[in-house]
C-alpha cells in the first residue's frame, strides 16, 4: 500500500519484496506517479523504493542519499535505475551515478523532465515558480512552512517579489489539485498558468528500462 504524502516527504517508501530485476531509486515526490506509470504498463519486474521528498529542501545531502541507496540495494537487484534529475546537486548526482554505473534521469529537475527536457528548456521562464501535484498537494510542507510563511506570512514579496507566475504542471486531472495550486499562487501573489504536462520524459525514461 502506496505512503501518505506526509510519510513520502520525510520518511520515502521502502521496496516492497527487497529483490528482483529492476529497482528504482527515486525522490518520494514521485511515488505516486512512477506506481502508475508500473499499474498502467504492467511492468511486473519494476520494483520502487524512494527517498524522502524533503531532501529537496537540503539537495547537497541527496547525492550521498542515493549513494547510500544504491550500495545498500545492489546486491538484490539485477538493475537499478536512478529516478532523479540533478535537483540542485551540482552535478555531484551524476557524477556519482557515473562512478557506480548506474542510469538516471536527465534534466535538471522534475519540472523540466515533467514538461519535456527540450520544451522545458525552449520556455527560458526565469520568472516562473512551478508546482507538480505532490507539491500541490504537500505546499505547507516544501514552502510555506520552511519559508517561516505560515508566522511571517508579511514576508511572501520578499521571496516571491521576482516571480510573475505559479505554473502548475499537473500529471493527473484532478479538479481538487487544480483548486489548491490556483490558492497556492493567490497566496504567494502571482498569476496563474496550468499545464497538464501528464508524466512527460518520466514515463520515457522508464519506458527504455523495459
Known amino acids: 500500500m502506496l505512503n501518505d504524502d506526509e510519510t513520502l516527504t520525510h520518511e520515502g517508501l521502502a521496496p516492497v519484496h527487497q529483490t528482483g530485476a529492476l529497482l528504482v531509486i527515486a525522490c518520494g515526490a514521485l511515488a505516486r506517479e512512477i506506481l502508475a506509470l508500473v499499474k498502467q504498463n504492467g511492468w511486473s519486474h519494476i520494483e520502487l523504493t524512494c527517498l524522502p521528498a524533503i531532501l529537496h529542501n537540503s539537495p547537497e545531502k541527496i547525492t550521498n542519499a542515493v549513494i547510500g541507496a544504491v ?15 540533478d535537483c540542485g546537486t551540482g552535478g555531484t548526482l551524476k557524477a556519482a551515478c557515473d562512478k557506480l554505473g548506474v542510469e538516471m534521469i536527465q534534466g ?5 523532465f515533467y514538461e519535456g527536457n527540450t520544451a522545458f528548456e525552449n520556455r527560458e521562464e526565469f520568472t516562473s515558480f512551478y508546482l507538480t501535484d505532490f507539491l500541490a498537494r504537500q505546499f505547507d510542507a516544501f514552502v510555506w512552512k520552511p519559508l517561516g510563511l505560515d508566522r511571517h506570512p508579511e514576508l511572501v514579496g520578499s521571496y516571491f517579489g521576482n516571480y510573475e507566475k505559479l ?41 527504455r528500462q523495459t
Open 71 to 85: 550500495e545498500k540495494y545492489r546486491p538484490s537487484y539485477d538493475r537499478i535505475f536512478v529516478a532523479y534529475a
Open 108 to 112: 535538471p529537475h522534475c519540472y523540466s
Open 167 to 207: 505554473v502548475y504542471q499537473s500529471q493527473t486531472t484532478d479538479p481538487s489539485l487544480l483548486s489548491k495550486a490556483k490558492e497556492c499562487a493567490e497566496r504567494l501573489g502571482l498569476a496563474f498558468e496550468h499545464r497538464h504536462t501528464g508524466y512527460g520524459d518520466l514515463e520515457m525514461e522508464l519506458r
